[in-house]
């Protein structure tokens, strides 16, 4: 898959277009976080109806919905998840969004290309490993997360039988295939025994370890889990202890790409997933909706950055990945 930068202005120039072209919009019902009364120039109507990757949960539920209903005058309805499920659900019309907010462009391949065959890259999600400071195994976690014992020590420890570790499913979520990957890498970067892969992760779809996205940090907050996998910007907006990882296992620099592509996850249904970086992506899913486009257009802008942000996310200038002629006509343009 090719990718191109854009300029910003000409994504935002074409979202405009693209609103102004197609008219009044979805009238879907929805949970409204805003409604038109709440722009001050505009009688818009419409939702943007948005599939996100569950680690977007707290940002887009509590921060960018708000905000964007109060600044475009248009409604909001979200629902989360993993993102290769939820790329599975809209494959399969169990549920039909506007709009597709992924970690990574695997899980957007899935609705190619019926669906779309483009997203917008726009921020990184860095992998850390959260964990609970009550946990018995406290004490070493703090000394690993702050330098007194090395890293390494982390693989050793998790790997110890009473260790409750806490991860998602590589079946249907990229944090979950990320968190094996980078279990694979620091088993080579550290030169660890080889047998740590099956006692800190046991098989892919390890029903002592798997939990859900949208609940595994919950349950570690409630003293179920001594450590889980965690991105960046979900810690920081729990409030949560973790342990960083280098740049080299934490999945958020593009340069780093041909290291994370030599750690592989075998997934149950005899696929192999390569690592990659984790981007957040966004695109609309058939054909474009004024609501979509202006939720995409938010959230690449001044406001929404300011929010992604404020709640973690590095952020970086807009590029498109994918096939960019395939991009609907207006939404994007050159030059």
Known sequence: ?????ISFKSILLGMFLAAALAGCGSTASSRSTGSSASH?????????NVAYAGSLQNVNELNVSPAFSKATGYKYQGKGGGAMGMAQEIKSKTIAPN????IGYAPVQLIEPKLTSWAIAFSSSPLVVAYNPNSKYAMELNAMKSGQKPLADLFTLMA????????TNPNTDPQGQAFYEMVDLAIKKYHLPSSLMQEILGPVDNSHEVYSETG???????????AASA?????????????SLPISLNFSSQADATTYQTATVHLSNGSVVKGAPLTIDITTVGTPTPAAVSFIHFI?????????????????SPVVIGNQQAVPNGILTTG
């Open 1 to 5: 898959m090719g990718i191109s930068g």
């Open 40 to 48: 001050p120039t505009s009688s818009v109507s419409g939702t943007a």
């Open 99 to 102: 709009v597709f907010e992924s």
């Open 160 to 167: 110890q039988p009473g260790f409750h570790l806490g991860r």
């Open 216 to 226: 595994i940090l919950s349950l570690l907050q409630s003293g179920g889990l001594d």
């Open 231 to 243: 991105f960046l910007p979900e810690a920081v907006q729990r409030h949560l202890d973790y342990i």
């Open 300 to 316: 690449l802008g001044t406001q929404g950055q300011a929010i992604m942000k404020k709640a973690g996310y590095p952020t970086f």
